[in-house]
């Protein structure tokens, strides 16, 4: 009898990739809020467009969103595998290989930017490419690891959706597509800030250069503070372009109010205080947040709608 | 290693099949109804039938000949 035995339980192979773990490389939770800032750019717009040919054009952007995030999980994935809250993704897990992810985004990338191009038009398209690119190199390769301004810059990336959708259907750039684009763009830095501030340990185990990391979190606190003042009237002044309206001011105003408030909440906080409650003011601004910037543009979809048209008009009536 | 037909492997390799099977099917359904809608939203197409037809030429106020 042989003295070789082989260990038959014992496993050589990483797991074989599911399509699920192919979904998870497109960060779904991200490409929903693509989705629907790209929608929202799309439907407030002045033209109309054939609704097969807007559905298309948002899976297209919703693909290329995906697509850059398959490129970003093939580069950070080193420093994925060293964050608690990125530990699981599909490439670090080792579920799916370096070179699959690699291949899957930029294929997907091709993909959504030529079938962008043909379903809207090649201003959107070229857009979308351009999305792709600052998420993936500028970001991703270069700001996240090299400065913490990478979120303030980087966040151009997730900007531009709703600026594409509008493209999508008038083929120009309009003030209000800027100011869509300011929007998030602003909103980005406070919204990472708050989740540094209670995530610090993963950023500082990964060595990526977070604000929070290179300058401490009173630092972060103030910036949170400043970059929440900045964005009030970015977001109260899309309120009197075309795509805003009494509904969206309101709204505007009542969210604005209450982030600056929690802003000012965070600047004052002290670590102690923030390590006595496990960071509840910073998890609830980071959350808030969330709503915020959802309610912003769910505010400029119902002024696109006929009822706030007939709003409008009676508010003109009254003379207001 | 002798594989079970119902190995684990295999449902994983199945549910991919299954899953690239109707991304293929929706990416195919999708590009056909963006086809039905650009096509039917250019009007008539009038395409070049090698024969000179003064209606068709811009230079003597004609149609482009692109859509009627």
Known sequence: MSDIRVDITHKTEPAEAGFGDFVALLKPRVMSLVVFTALVGLLVAPNTLHPIEAFAAIVFIALGAGAAGALNMWWDADIDRQMRRTARRPVPAGTVEPGEALGFGLGLSLIAVFMLGLAANWLAAGLLAFTIFFYAVVYTMWLKRATPQNIVIGGAAGAFPPMIGWVVATGHVGIEAVLMFALIFMWTPPHFWALALFMNDDYTRAKVPMLTVTHGRRATRVHVLVYTLALVPVALGAGLTSIGGPVYLAVALVLNAIFVAGALRLSQRTEVEAEADRYRAEKSFFKFSLLYLFGHFLAFLIEATPWAALLRSQFAYWGL | ?68
Request: net charge positive; charged share 20%.
């Open chain 2, 1 to 68: 290693m002798a594989l079970a037909r119902d190995h684990e492997l295999h449902r994983r390799r199945f549910g991919r099949n299954l899953g690239v099977a109707l991304t293929l099917v929706a990416f195919i359904a999708l590009v056909f109804g963006l086809t039905i809608a650009k096509v039917s939203g250019g009007g008539t197409v009038q395409a070049f039938d090698h024969t000179y037809r003064p209606a068709l030429d811009p230079a003597i106020g004609g149609e482009t000949g692109a859509r009627e």
